[in-house]
DNA sequence: TGGAATGTTCGGCT
DNA sequence: AAGCCGAACATTCC
């Protein structure tokens, strides 16, 4: 569920009742959903709620807990404590609470963001973001899902910006000319900003940290719809796998020119 | 009814 | 080195 946008949202709807609160305690109900080691956080001050790569990063005075919410995981403020509910952060006010379905997500301690992903897409600059691909011959997808390539796509993005950029998911990345890179950094930084702006893609259970589902997916092009028709061109859009993971594209319109 | 698929990521193997 | 594969887990859908 939770790629760039998602997380994007989490982190932003939860600041306004986080941001500047004192830290109680930090309960765990599933010892996987702990990643590492975590000090004692009674007293601590939490600073801010952001987003790195896919991930929700809560800034604390000495440190950060980074949350990962693999495929099913979300924070929401002062959640109900339910079956799936793995993880509990007690606030001087308030508490946000960390479920998660599936347990493929976590959250760790670091004295700071660790910086070996790679860049944000929507911080990495035009000039570097092609110096990069120039380097790769793997398939164009299955770079835009390496988060040491780029840090926050997942299986969503990754499909409706290629779809927007006109690209052949299987393509080497070496291969795009410079029309075609220039396309899709422009794509990707649209697509990712209109996504957060309609608070990200509910799927199945995703919500923010307030309860609200996003409304991106009314805005899908081609992810879940495969066997439906291109909507720029009518073709019929075809699901292939790639790395082990569902790729929706329209044959028509991602022409496999290379 | 069982098998396959689902938004992620990691480690092991070639 | 890059890329494929399976595993971690629970639920839903055909």
Redesign the pocket.
Same mark, same amino acid.
Request: aromatic share 6%; charged share 30%.
């Given at each position: 569920?939770?790629?760039l946008p998602e997380a994007e949202t989490i982190a932003r709807t939860l600041a306004p009742h986080v941001e500047g609160r004192l830290i109680r305690s930090i309960r765990f109900f599933a010892p996987?959903a702990r990643r590492g080691m975590i000090p004692d956080l009674e007293g601590r001050r939490l600073l801010r709620s952001r987003r790195h790569?896919?991930q929700v990063v809560l800034e604390l005075d000495g440190g950060v807990l980074m949350v990962?919410l693999?495929?099913?995981g979300s924070l929401r403020w002062r959640g109900p404590a339910g079956?799936y509910t793995r993880a509990l952060l007690e606030l001087d006010e308030g508490w946000i609470s960390f479920d998660d379905?599936?347990?493929?997500g976590s959250i760790g301690w670091a004295p700071e963001c660790p910086r070996s992903l790679g860049p944000d897409p929507l911080e990495v600059s035009e000039e570097e973001f092609r110096a990069r691909l120039a380097l790769?011959?793997? !398939?164009i997808k299955?770079l835009l899902?390496d988060?040491h390539f780029l840090r926050g796509l997942?299986?969503?993005y990754a499909d409706e910006i290629l779809f927007a950029a006109a690209i052949h998911p299987l393509t080497p990345a070496r291969r795009l000319d410079a029309e075609r890179v220039g396309r899709l950094y422009q794509v990707m930084r649209d697509v990712l900003e209109r996504a957060i702006a309609a608070g990200g893609s509910?799927?199945?259970?995703?919500v923010d940290a307030d309860g609200r589902p996003g409304n991106f997916q009314q805005f899908h092009q081609v992810y879940g719809r495969a066997g439906g028709n291109c909507p720029r061109c009518g073709r019929t859009l075809r699901?292939i796998l790639i790395?082990? !993971?569902?790729t929706h594209f329209c044959p028509g319109c991602q022409k496999q020119n290379y």
């Open positions: 569920m939770p790629e996987r790569g896919k990962k693999g495929m099913t079956p379905v599936r347990q493929f790769r011959s793997a !398939r299955t899902l988060q997942g299986n969503i509910s799927i199945s259970d995703y699901r790395a082990q !993971r569902s």
